[in-house]
């Protein structure tokens, strides 16, 4: 039987998108611009949704990684008003806003957009990536940025739904709180948490987890521990979607170029400030290690661990594989280039995944 899954885009509001290199694409800029079109391009090609990250830092190093940057929900709210099927995912750090303020700026996003607007939720892991900003949550470990999300994603929900909130509790306090208007439908909610925490925090308040995904042993079994632990925890439906970066090229051989390409002016001062983002955490200890391999600890290369080059066909096979065995509901995409290669990727690499069991929606245009 064959599996139907969502596709979506993890769109470049940072410049050069996920690529640590001086030979990344230049076209990746981290304009608006540039990102509206690489959304109605998705909205196009059939895709089921973007997502922004939240970015509030570039780094030190030659390729400048992420020194222009997006904010995420107000680009959000752009890209709603100029698209008219496609999902959009924004996404906060729950740390740094009062619960009000997010809710009505989602019930605000669903006017624009009904039923259209989802929320990656955030704690940070980070401690550079906040604090130069004065946005650091002090005084709270790991674990406890996750006890303070429960309450305040727990709070949000309540404003979307009651008409009178009064709360009292460790983090937030709401008096008589009122909040209109109500969202046209309770908007997706998704995290990332890699940590046992974060996933439980996803389990018990999300409909989507995402996890990073790659065709090696550990990415399948933390696929399939994903499904696991969530049905174990009688969340059955819980979505699980896998984090996929391509390098695609027309042959392996091209594909591996280009791979080469970018490794070659991997920026490494780039890669040490990200680590050292960590390093710097108060309670550095609770960095997970999958956190670490996102941010490149130890790496000499200019992409993430997990990622994959290969031909169209190749990686139709190879995706398909990883949905498969990890059982996933669904994947988001990291390329390089985002229209050039999200058009090849939906013509050639998308459809061929068919004949290895998995089915997407995305359509190339004239086919
Ligand atoms: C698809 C995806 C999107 C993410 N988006 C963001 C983001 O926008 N901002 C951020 O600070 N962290 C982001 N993260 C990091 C996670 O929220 C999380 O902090 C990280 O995976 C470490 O997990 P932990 O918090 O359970 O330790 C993202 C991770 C993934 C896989």
């Known amino acids: 039987m064959s599996r139907l899954i969502d596709v ?3 769109i470049p509001v940072g410049n050069h998108g996920w690529i640590h290199s001086t030979n990344s694409p230049a076209v990746e800029d981290g304009s608006f611009g540039r990102v509206l079109e690489i959304t109605k391009a998705a909205e196009v090609l059939g895709f089921d949704f973007v997502l922004s990250p939240a970015i509030w830092r570039g780094r030190k190093g030659p390729s400048e990684h992420w020194m222009q940057s997006l904010e995420s929900l107000t680009t959000s709210a752009a890209l709603l008003q100029a698209t008219s099927r496609i999902g959009i995912f924004g996404t906060v750090h729950m740390t740094v806003y009062q619960p009000a303020i997010i809710a009505k700026m989602m019930t605000t996003l669903d006017q624009i957009g009904p039923g259209r607007i989802g929320l990656n939720l955030v704690t940070g892991s980070s401690y550079l990536d906040l604090s130069h900003v004065g946005l650091w949550r002090d005084g709270l470990n790991h674990d406890e940025r996750y006890d303070l999300a429960d309450e305040w994603i727990g709070l949000v929900k309540r404003l979307w739904t009651e008409r009178v909130v009064s709360h009292s509790g460790p ?12 969202p046209s439908r309770m908007p997706a909610l998704a995290n990332a948490g890699a940590s046992g925490r ?4 996803a389990v018990e308040n999300c409909d989507i987890a995402f996890i990073s995904s790659g065709d ?4 399948i079994e ?6 696991a632990t969530a049905r174990a925890m009688n969340k059955p439906d819980l979505k699980v979607y896998g984090l996929v970066t391509l390098i695609p090229g027309p042959t392996a051989e091209a594909a591996q170029a280009r791979l080469e390409y970018f490794n070659a002016g991997v920026d490494m001062e780039c890669l040490a400030d990200i680590a050292l983002g960590y390093d710097l955490n108060p309670d550095a200890k609770g960095v997970s290690a999958s956190s670490r391999r996102l941010a490149g600890d130890g790496r000499r290369s200019a992409v993430t661990s997990g990622t994959m080059a290969g031909s169209y066909e190749g990686l139709a096979e190879r995706v398909a594989r ?4 990890s059982e996933l509901d669904g994947i988001i995409l990291i390329v390089p280039d985002y229209i050039e290669d999200l058009e ?7 459809p061929r995944m068919a004949t290895h069991g998995v089915v997407c929606r995305t359509r190339a245009p004239g086919l």
């Open 171 to 182: 983090f937030f306090q709401l008096t008589e709180a009122t909040m209109g208007p109500k």
């Open 322 to 325: 990883i949905v498969v065995d």
């Open 198 to 201: 974060g996933f439980r925090f």
């Open 8 to 10: 979506g885009v993890f």
């Open 216 to 219: 090696e042993p550990k990415y």
């Open 222 to 227: 933390s696929g399939r521990q994903a499904k």
């Open 344 to 350: 090849a990727v939906v013509r050639h690499t998308l």
